[in-house]
Nanobody
Framework: QVQLVESGGGLVQPGGSLRLSCAAS????????MGWYRQAPGKQRELVAA???????NYADSVKGRFTISRLNAKNTVYLQMNSLKPEDTAVYYC????????????WGQGTQVTVSS
């Protein structure tokens, strides 16, 4: 069983920055897609950013140019650097990692709160 542990959320003023981290542990032979999702109160969970093997990336239009996703394969870790944060970025952020361990896995982090407010 592959488990994910997130860190890095918190309260930040508009225009500020935060960096989220998500580390996977367990039996992992290979990792495919690594992504970040978010869910604001009363809204559906949405994809924020994803990174594929070879480091190709996808971003939601609302975060393009402000957020950067990256991965460190040696540590089975994915990061989300968030700059120029806006109040509408306030949400619980979840990481998602898919790959092959003792069996194929599709694991989610526990969620970390990001609040952008003055």
């Amino acid at each position: 069983q592959v488990q994910l542990v997130e860190s890095g959320g918190g309260l930040v003023q508009p225009g500020g920055s935060l960096r989220l981290s998500c580390a996977a542990s367990g039996i992992i032979f290979s990792i495919d897609v690594m992504g970040w999702y978010r869910q604001a109160p009363g809204k559906q969970r949405e994809l924020v950013a994803a990174i594929l093997p070879g480091d190709s990336t996808n971003y939601a239009d609302s975060v393009k140019g402000r957020f950067t996703i990256s991965r460190l394969n040696a540590k089975n870790t994915v990061y989300l650097q968030m700059n120029s944060l806006k109040p509408e970025d306030t949400a619980v952020y979840y990481c998602n990692i898919r790959g092959i361990g003792s069996t194929p896995f599709d694991s989610w982090g526990q969620g970390t709160q990001v609040t952008v407010s003055s």
